[in-house]
């Protein structure tokens, strides 16, 4: 008889419902801290506008991912 080969899989928490949520929050994080830095060195007020627009989608993606969680 053949033996089976175990499956390889991802870590649990690859594989959690949350985590491509936390990771887009995390990412979005990211890019709002980039664009403050970006308006804060060049003096303009269009950086931040987009990092407030990133703040609140970073904000939704974490809000989705904690209503998973539970």
């Known amino acids: 008889m ?4 175990p499956r390889r899989t991802a870590p649990s928490w690859v594989r959690h419902p949350a985590a491509g949520m936390l990771l887009l929050a995390a990412l979005y994080l990211t ?3 980039v664009n403050v ?3 804060v060195t060049m003096n303009t007020w269009w950086p931040a506008l ?6 609140l989608v970073s904000v939704l ?3 989705t991912a904690w209503r998973r969680l539970r």
């Open 2 to 5: 053949l033996r089976r080969r």
């Open 31 to 33: 890019a709002t801290v």
């Open 37 to 39: 830095l970006l308006a």
């Open 50 to 55: 987009f990092a407030t627009l990133l703040a």
């Open 61 to 63: 993606c974490a809000t």
